[in-house]
């Protein structure tokens, strides 16, 4: 009786297939020096000057690296204007309608008064004119994060019995976003004077009350 020893021999086990090089997870350390790449070439040159070039020398990396992650300019800065939106503020808790504007109030135009920030949003309005995609994204970041903050700042003062149940919401976020906006963003005014946030606060929990 023959026998085949060959059948006998353990058999080699497969060996596990690597995953391509395509696709290789991308390094986060290279993805947040893009994004503050894009910062800083947006403060220095604009939007509409800006480049993947630009961006990809001021990170420190090539331009293949840039264009793994976004086509083009328009999608690399509509996607960290977009992502900017949902970090919001973080949501004061002072146990009054006054001391939540003004907390609110000082960390938002300490945010608007920093030098990045001055010189980014009013280059963004400009192209958003422009740009219905750059005015969407900007709207969204403008808004969504104020006004995610403001509505629990509005929240706690009903629940306190500070505020009218039947408050009107919209006209309650644009009378707490509208008039620090405006005088950092759109008139671009120098730095509020002593006491102009606490005044600023006291005025619109006032203005609330009577809604």
Do not use: C
């Amino acid at each position: 009786m023959t026998t085949n020893a060959a059948a006998d021999e353990p058999q080699p086990r497969p060996r596990r297939r690597r995953p391509p090089a395509g696709a290789a997870v991308l390094r986060e350390d290279v993805t947040e020096a893009i994004r503050a790449a894009v910062f800083g070439e947006l403060a220095a040159v604009g939007y509409a000057r800006m480049s993947i070039e630009g961006i990809a020398r001021r990170a420190g990396v090539g331009k293949t690296a840039v264009y793994r992650r976004w086509r083009s300019k328009l999608h690399l800065v509509l996607d960290i204007v977009s992502a900017l939106a949902v970090q919001g503020l973080p949501a004061p808790d002072t146990g009054s309608l006054e001391g939540d504007l003004r907390l609110l109030y000082e960390v938002t135009s300490r945010a608007l008064r920093h030098p990045v920030a001055s010189q980014i949003i009013p280059d963004l309005q400009a192209e958003a004119a422009r740009n219905p995609d750059i005015a969407e994204a900007l709207q969204k970041t403008l808004r969504e994060g104020q006004d995610g903050v403001a509505s629990s700042i509005l929240a706690a003062a009903k629940e306190r019995g500070e505020l009218s149940p039947s408050l009107d919401s919209d006209l309650a976020l644009d009378l707490i976003s509208g008039p620090l906006y405006w005088r950092s963003v759109v008139v671009r005014g120098p730095k509020p004077p002593k006491g102009y946030l606490g005044a600023l606060a006291r005025a619109t929990a006032e203005a609330l009350k009577a809604l």
